[in-house]
């Protein structure tokens, strides 16, 4: 079972190296006119930068650098096991996990840039990816899935009143109702624990 989360955090890895060594180059834009001239200047620029190196490797000792991910309260406990055993494999560098939700890791992926993952509940949204093309250098964001969760409603044996129960009233039960009756007037005046 250990080498599926070595996997994925391989992935997470070459996806990190590849997101924040492979960002393309800003060209500056010009009119049309003067894009003739310009053009061999550009790709001279372009030639001046170094070639991004991909490392294949089964081996988390072959690696060098350090990890930073930051994100969801729901994703970060996996990525803390992935970790473990990516550690425990033999990876010499620094791992480290910031717990702080969703929209505050895409905050530091997209728009500090001072993370290498961006542990995530939720898709990304336009704004943020927006955030992230505008860094310098400039990242473009790929979702790597590694699982769904979902919430179970469980219903206590002894509650013999509680039968299908629609998305609303779970919605007022967990929100605003502090009697069962306050959601249905069938059910009992006795306080929602």
């Known amino acids: ?18 997101l924040s060594a492979c960002a393309p180059v800003a ?4 009119a049309p006119a003067a894009e003739a001239t310009q053009a061999p200047a550009a790709e001279a620029t372009q030639a001046e930068q ?11 000792s072959m ?3 350090d990890i930073y991910s930051a994100g969801s309260s729901t994703v970060g406990p996996l990525s803390e096991a992935i970790q473990e055993l990516f550690t425990n494999e033999g ?14 890791g895409f ?25 992230c093309r505008a860094l ?3 990242r473009e964001p790929i979702p790597f899935l590694v699982g769904l969760d979902a919430i179970a409603v469980v219903v206590n ?17 967990f929100t605003s109702a502090e009697l069962w009756s306050d959601v249905d007037p069938s059910w009992p005046a006795e306080p929602v624990l």
């Open 136 to 138: 310098s250098p400039a």
């Open 63 to 65: 690696l060098e650098g």
């Open 27 to 30: 060209a500056p834009t010009s």
């Open 157 to 173: 044996k002894e509650n013999d009143f509680a039968k299908d129960v629609t998305l609303e009233q779970l919605q007022q039960l």
């Open 107 to 131: 905050e530091r992926f997209c728009k500090t840039g001072e993370t290498d993952v961006a542990n995530a509940s939720r898709a990304i949204k336009d704004g943020e990816v927006a955030s």
């Open 50 to 60: 170094p070639a991004a190196e991909v490392v294949n490797s089964d081996d988390p």
């Open 1 to 18: 079972m250990r080498r599926p989360f070595y996997f994925v955090f391989a992935a997470l890895l070459v996806f990190s190296v590849v």
């Open 91 to 104: 990876f010499p560098g620094q791992i480290k996990n910031d717990i702080v939700g969703s929209g505050a």
